[in-house]
T-cell receptor, first 115, second 112 residues
Framework: DAGVIQSPRHEVTEMGQEVTLRCKPI?????LFWYRQTMMRGLELLIY????????DSGMPEDRFSAKMPNASFSTLKIQPSEPRDSAVYFC?????????????FGDGTRLSIL | GENVEQHPSTLSVQEGDSAVIKCTYS??????FPWYKQELGKRPQLIID?????GEKKDQRIAVTLNKTAKHFSLHITETQPEDSAVYFC???????????FGKGTTLSVSS
């Protein structure tokens, strides 16, 4: 069973550069979530989609962050321009909604370092 | 409000002892409460969850209890083993298809 697939696993880049993180949810799941994890703030939601439509982006830090879900099997999170404070682990998760409460399954994350 | 308060932040036990982690919330509309285990450098993995129509759920050495009146839920690990050492997160949400609100995590260390 393929789980949530994220790429890249690690990204190191210089500040000011554009960063694109990718996620493939579990096949058949219709909800997709982007979370960010840091020591200081823990796990926090950035944005989530239901049926490819963004529902809540209140967690997106600022206009430098954007996310898209062009189809049911792919989503991107883009940071442009990147800053050192964006360094964190970014997780994508997916679940099946519309059938009661279903668990969210996480990908392996992207460890992002902005120098 | 939105937050989930999780205690303790760190917990050290001897192998074979029990470990209990407690979370409290204030949103009475919350109806789903999962627990995740995260090993160092790995992704959070669901270990057990409970829905609001149930007071307790057990799966081998782990159990979760829910008190909706008092708005708290707890994770119980019995006969702890070194491989139980990890960070444990509680979470809640109020509606299917919405995002989880996570606690800050508990670092559990089991020494042999």
């Amino acid at each position: 069973d393929a789980g949530v697939i994220q790429s890249p696993r690690h990204e190191v880049t210089e500040m000011g550069q554009e960063v694109t993180l990718r996620c493939k949810p579990i096949s058949g799941h219709n909800s997709l979530f982007w979370y960010r994890q840091t020591m200081m703030r823990g796990l926090e939601l950035l944005i989530y989609f239901n049926n490819n439509v963004p529902i809540d982006d209140s967690g997106m830090p600022e206009d430098r962050f954007s996310a898209k879900m062009p189809n049911a099997s792919f989503s991107t999170l883009k940071i442009q321009p990147s800053e050192p404070r964006d360094s964190a682990v970014y997780f994508c998760a997916s679940s099946l909604s519309g059938q009661g409460n279903q668990p969210q399954h996480f990908g392996d994350g992207t460890r992002l370092s902005i120098l | 409000g939105e937050n989930v308060e999780q205690h303790p932040s760190t917990l050290s036990v001897q192998e074979g002892d029990s470990a209990v982690i407690k979370c409290t919330y204030s949103d009475s509309a919350s109806n789903y409460f999962p627990w995740y285990k995260q090993e160092l450098g790995k992704r959070p993995q669901l270990i057990i969850d409970i829905r609001s129509n149930v007071g307790e759920k057990k799966d081998q050495r782990i159990a979760v209890t829910l008190n909706k009146t008092a708005k708290h839920f707890s994770l119980h690990i019995t006969e702890t083993q070194p491989e139980d050492s990890a960070v444990y997160f509680c979470a809640r949400h109020r509606q299917a298809g919405t995002a989880l609100i996570f606690g800050k995590g508990t670092t559990l260390s089991v020494s042999s």
